[in-house]
């Protein structure tokens, strides 16, 4: 039994030694972390500051908003457009009537 007491001291002590070492590295990690954490903290305030009143979501609904508006316009000009195209269809299509008419009355007054 005298020759277990060292043994166990040693392995006490290495034990110990283990969990120094392991609360070093949980030391060293946390501090790693900690910088990068504060590293992406500025970047994203960076980012932020690139919106109008550090508001991403405000800068989307905009943007949103000039699309829909531009989406609205290009519709109406299409609309527009195409009526145009089937009115003027149409005044083609009834001056050539008047004009056959006109000729047909020339016609038939022969």
Same mark, same amino acid.
């Given at each position: 039994? =005298? /020759? /277990?007491?060292? *043994? &166990?001291?040693? &392995?006490? /002590?290495? %034990?110990? #030694?283990?969990?120094?070492?392991?609360?070093?590295?949980? #030391? +060293?990690? +946390?501090?790693?972390?900690?910088?990068?954490? =504060?590293?992406?903290?500025?970047?994203?305030?960076? @980012?932020? !500051?690139?919106?109008?009143?550090?508001?991403? #979501?405000?800068?989307?609904?905009?943007?949103?908003?000039?699309?829909? !508006?531009?989406?609205? !316009?290009?519709?109406?000009?299409? /609309?527009?457009? &195409?009526?145009?195209?089937?009115?003027?269809?149409?005044? @083609? *299509? &009834?001056? @050539?009537?008047?004009? %056959?008419?006109?000729?047909? !009355? #020339?016609?038939?007054?022969?």
């Amino acid at each position: 039994m =005298s /020759d /277990d007491a060292p *043994i &166990g001291r040693r &392995g006490e /002590d290495a %034990l110990m #030694d283990a969990i120094r070492n392991l609360q070093g590295s949980f #030391d +060293h990690r +946390h501090e790693e972390n900690t910088s990068t954490l =504060s590293a992406l903290e500025k970047k994203v305030d960076r @980012v932020l !500051k690139g919106f109008p009143d550090g508001d991403p #979501d405000g800068h989307r609904r905009f943007h949103e908003a000039m699309i829909r !508006k531009a989406e609205a !316009k290009e519709k109406f000009w299409n /609309d527009m457009r &195409g009526k145009l195209v089937e009115r003027g269809i149409w005044a @083609v *299509i &009834g001056l @050539v009537l008047i004009a %056959l008419g006109i000729a047909a !009355k #020339d016609w038939l007054r022969r």
